[in-house]
């Protein structure tokens, strides 16, 4: 695939939380509290973004790496950690005890992307904290029953990954080959089969990264050094695309009470140990944006794992 000459979204990106994240990830609209969470992943920061007092703060500091996190069926969140580590969290309580401690194999790494599925399940990726490529990760199932079932191997950095409308594909990013792959889904079970390639986004600037589905069915990926969103229908054609001030734009979800909002993270970079300046990096990176992008969003699934 080559870059083409896609029409922008009538709307322009505007940031809401200037954060400064080293690496901001894994926005996620809460409707209970009609608030944006979202992480600093190697900071280990939660942040929460109020729509209605359009203020931010940092609701949790914690130890290790932070690489996403689910809303549960109760409104808490789960927390997915480095080490393999899932802990749950809330506002009123704080952290809660580890769901899982750890995963054997996963001592030097973290997890990256996660999402819920519509039973309540999460599936999570796993990525090497310094050397993914030499080290790559997997691809897991968290059941409710808060068992782990490992799908996938030798993934360098598994990232975004989103449901079709119709609840039978699930759609997941490998950000190092370039890939958003399409596997067969069976609500059921959890199952996944059959992966395909759904856009190979090997050839154009950046990466592809943190995504979401809309309303109409079209797939949002977010593109890691690249500036921008972009639009892609259930072909794998790129249909519009949305440019910001920020290089590595990390991870884009729908929220606002009519999901009628893009809520879009960004990060400093470029790397886990180390993080760029806005000279190098764009006006707007680390910063939290919204957007209007012209079409409305769907609700993500809530995780339903016993704590």
């Known amino acids: 695939m080559t870059d083409t000459n896609v029409d922008a979204t009538p709307g322009e990106p505007r940031i809401v939380a200037d954060t400064y994240c080293h690496t901001g990830e894994g926005p996620l609209y809460h409707p209970d509290e009609e608030a944006v969470y979202f992480l600093d992943i190697p900071q280990a920061n939660l942040y929460r973004y109020d729509l209605d007092a359009q203020s931010h703060e940092r609701v949790l500091d914690a130890e290790g790496a932070i690489g996403g996190f689910t809303i549960q069926e109760d409104g808490d969140l789960l927390l997915f950690c480095?080490?393999?580590?899932?802990?749950?969290?809330?506002?009123?309580?704080g952290l809660g005890d580890p769901v899982v401690e750890s995963i054997a194999g996963e001592e030097d790494a973290r997890f990256n992307d996660v999402i819920a599925d519509p039973a309540g399940r999460v599936f999570a990726g796993?990525?090497?904290?310094?050397?993914?490529?030499?080290?790559?990760?997997?691809?897991?199932?968290?059941?409710?029953?808060?068992?782990?079932t490992e799908l996938e191997t030798g993934l360098p950095i598994p990232n975004g990954m989103g449901f079709?409308?119709?609840?039978?594909?699930?759609?997941?990013?490998?950000?190092?080959?370039?890939?958003?792959?399409?596997?067969d889904y069976e609500e059921s079970t959890g199952e996944i089969s059959g992966r395909?390639?759904?856009?190979?986004?090997?050839?154009?600037s950046g990466n592809?990264?943190?995504?979401?589905?809309?309303?109409?069915?079209?797939?949002?990926?977010?593109?890691?050094?690249?500036?921008?969103?972009?639009?892609?229908?259930?072909?794998?054609?790129?249909?519009?695309r949305v440019e910001f001030p920020a290089k590595k734009v990390s991870a884009v979800t729908f929220g606002g009470p009519e999901y009628d909002t893009a809520?879009?993270?960004?990060?400093?970079?470029?790397?886990?140990?180390?993080?760029?300046?806005?000279?190098?990096e764009g006006s707007g990176?680390?910063?939290?944006?919204?957007?209007?992008?012209?079409?409305?969003?769907?609700?993500?699934?809530?995780?339903?794992?016993e704590v």
């Open 126 to 148: 796993t990525m090497h904290r310094s050397e993914p490529a030499e080290h790559p990760g997997s691809l897991y199932r968290l059941d409710t029953d808060g068992s782990l």
């Open 263 to 280: 809520y879009v993270t960004t990060a400093l970079g470029p790397g886990e140990g180390s993080a760029g300046t806005r000279g190098e």
């Open 208 to 240: 592809p990264d943190g995504m979401t589905v809309d309303a109409e069915g079209c797939v949002w990926s977010a593109f890691w050094g690249g500036s921008r969103i972009a639009r892609y229908d259930a072909d794998g054609t790129e249909v519009e």
């Open 164 to 183: 079709t409308s119709e609840r039978n594909r699930l759609y997941f990013t490998e950000t190092v080959a370039g890939q958003i792959y399409r596997y």
């Open 196 to 204: 395909e390639v759904f856009v190979d986004a090997s050839d154009v």
């Open 82 to 93: 480095d080490e393999g580590r899932i802990q749950p969290y809330s506002l009123e309580d």
């Open 285 to 305: 990176a680390g910063a939290l944006f919204e957007v209007d992008p012209g079409v409305d969003g769907v609700p993500e699934f809530r995780s339903d794992i």
